[in-house]
Each structure stands twice: as C-alpha cells, then as structure tokens.
C-alpha cells in the first residue's frame, strides 16, 4: 500500500515519512487510505495535547505533519526505536501477570482512541512496536476509520481486512465497529502468553479457536482463558462490548498485579500519581492568565508559598499507563533540579523531561550557589493500578 522513509527533518529531527505506493493498481483506494490515517492521526494528536491525555499519547504513534495533495500526499510521524512486539516475544511467552498489564495499557489505550470516534481496526503483534522510550506503541493507522463518518467511501468502512488470526470476522466482510479492536486485543493476549499465533488454531476466524488458550499452553489461568475465548469470539454481540468491560474482567484476575502508583511525597503529604500528569506549584485559585499561559487544568499540587520563590505552575510530573515517570520545569524563573542516587543535583532546562527513579530528591526554586528552596521525595512504587 505504501513506501516509508526513515527521513531527517530540516531541523535534523529524525522522522517517518509514508507515501502511496503508485502503480496504477488501486491508486486512487491507497492515496484515500493515506489521507485518512493522516486524518485521524492529526486528529489523536490534537484532541490529546489539548485535553492532555499523556496516557495515550505516549502509546500512540505521535504525528507530525503531511502534505496533503490529492495526487501524492506524504505522511509525516515521529520515528520510535524499538522492535515490533511479534519478534520480541515470538515463542516467548510472557507470564500471566506481565502480559495481563500489557494488555490494560492497550485496552486503556484503545478506549481513549475509540472515545474520539477512531477505531483502529489492524491491531496485532506486528503494529506493537515496543520502544525503549515509551514501551508499547501503537502504531499503522492505514486501515483505521472515523466511526460516524462518510469519510473513505470507497476504502473505509467497505474495506475487506483479514490479518489471519488477529481480524475480527466481520472484517473480512466489509463492516466494523469498536469491538473489532477487542477481537485483536484477545489475540494479542493469545500471542503474549503463548508466544504463538492464533492462526495457528483456527480454521478461520469464523469458528473461533479450536482449542482454549489454557490447552495451549497450560500456564495459563482458567480466567484469562476465557478472557480470551470470549473477546475472540466469531458473534461480536458475544464479545466484551467495550474497552471497559474486557478491562474490568482482566483486572478481576487473581494473577493481574495490583501494585502501588508511583507517588510524591511532600510536605508530610503523599500524592499518589495515576497515568497522565500533574502540575506542582504555588497555592493559587487558576484564573484567565494561567489558561493564557497553557494550563488549562487546575494546579493538582498545591504548595503553601508566601515568599513566592515557587512559581504558580513551577514544575510538572509525567506519568505512563507503564509507570514510568518524569519531570519537567515549566519554564520558571527559580527553575527545578534532580538528585539522582550518589550524583548531585542536576538543573533542568526548560521544557525538558528527566526521567525519575525510585527515591529521587527533587528540588523546587535551585540554585547551585543556595541549593534548594524546597525539597521532595518521589517513590516510584511498582506502576499503576488496573483501573
């Protein structure tokens, strides 16, 4: 359908660049296609910085621009490094607690995604890419749709899919919704803890497995064979009916790991941090001037500062569905600083993100000369709740 490009920006930024593979065989089917995942990427991207939505949007593959000409268009995204999740794990298979969290970071993910109005319909293995960076990230939106939406007439919601063994049924038919998405996720699952492909125990998609999960490989729970048996099944009125359903049945597991969120502590004051961000700064009520300057939630830390060293939006913390966290200083005057284990304090540069590590000392208002106005501890737990 296309040619990718690893390509360098004019900023030396390295970068994806996709384009239709012209060649007279269905032209017109592979430039709408391109225009469409253009479309909905672009879409994701701002919908997400705006709303802030970091949980997607670290496991999204993350757009950066197109030329949208009616006769060559290009796609530009992000370059990740890392390899796809069907070499990683292939005949691998993962434990049931690793590979149950995996999933609810891609079911999260899909939920926010199918919440625009998006369904991807092409997830498996293969379109996991697993990045050093930002762990699982989905990515090949060739084939997604805008539910609700005339868009791709002739390619979009009439278009025949059929990856074997991670295509829902109907795919193959012409027709979708979202709980196509939860048909792949349930083989992705199946894949993750047996380190096979579905396909190899179906006769088609049709007929469902010929023999449960939990025969393949007998590790397996009772539970999440079923959990699989039923997001695969041939009927999606027989499926779970959302992202939300599957994941509360995978978070009922005895073997889905429930461990501590990540947290701060501040002030005698513990501040459990769930998959997004937080805003730390001085006490105030947010008014127009904040929203001016961005922030366009309310300051989630609040600190008690009369002297006013610490700005009312001084510092940011990052959190992934994984639990890797990160701060950033929001460009303050009195800036922000890290004390790694056996280092000395780091200052950071505005706008960029440090990683943080279990017992991390962060200082607010730093100077080298004075050191820190404040100081407080953060406690990486062992990431985040099923939610």
Known sequence: ??????????????????????????DAIKIERL????????????????GNDELVHAHVVRYIDQLAHPSYPFLVTEYLSGEPMNEVYA?????????????????????????????????????????????????????????????????????RIDKRGYSAPELSQ??????????????????????????????????????????VNSKISTAISDVIQKAMSADPEHRYQSTEEMIAAVSANPNTKVVPLPSLAIGGVVYELKPGFVDLGRAHACDSECKTHGFKKPLQ???????????????????????????????????????HSNSTFNVLKPSAREPLRDKDVVGLAYTPNRGAYMTFVFNAGRGPKPQ
């Open 174 to 215: 012409g027709w979708s919704d979202a709980r196509c998405d939860i048909f792949s996720v349930g083989a992705t699952l199946f894949f993750l803890l047996t380190g096979k492909s579905p396909a190899d125990y179906m006769h088609n998609s049709a007929e469902g497995l010929t023999k449960p999960p939990n025969e």
């Open 91 to 159: 005949r691998k298979p993962m434990s049931e607690s690793d590979a149950t969290g995996q999933i609810l970071v891609l079911l999260r993910t899909l939920g926010l995604i199918h919440s625009k109005g998006v369904v991807h319909r092409d997830v498996s293995p293969s379109n996991l890419l697993m990045s050093c960076e930002r762990g699982m990230v989905l990515i090949d939106f060739g084939t997604s749709i805008f539910l609700n939406s005339d868009l791709g007439s002739r390619s979009g919601h009439n278009t």
């Open 301 to 339: 830390v609040r600190i008690e500062d009369p002297q006013k060293y610490i700005e009312k939006h001084h510092a940011r913390v990052w959190v992934t569905p994984s639990g890797e966290c990160s701060i950033e200083d929001l460009n303050s005057v009195n800036r922000t600083a890290v004390k």
């Open 1 to 26: 359908m296309g040619i990718v490009w690893d390509a360098q920006s004019s900023v030396g930024r390295r970068v994806v660049v996709k384009s239709p593979l012209l060649n007279n065989d269905h």
């Open 35 to 50: 225009l469409i995942e253009a479309s909905v990427l672009r879409r994701l991207n701002d919908e997400l910085l705006v």
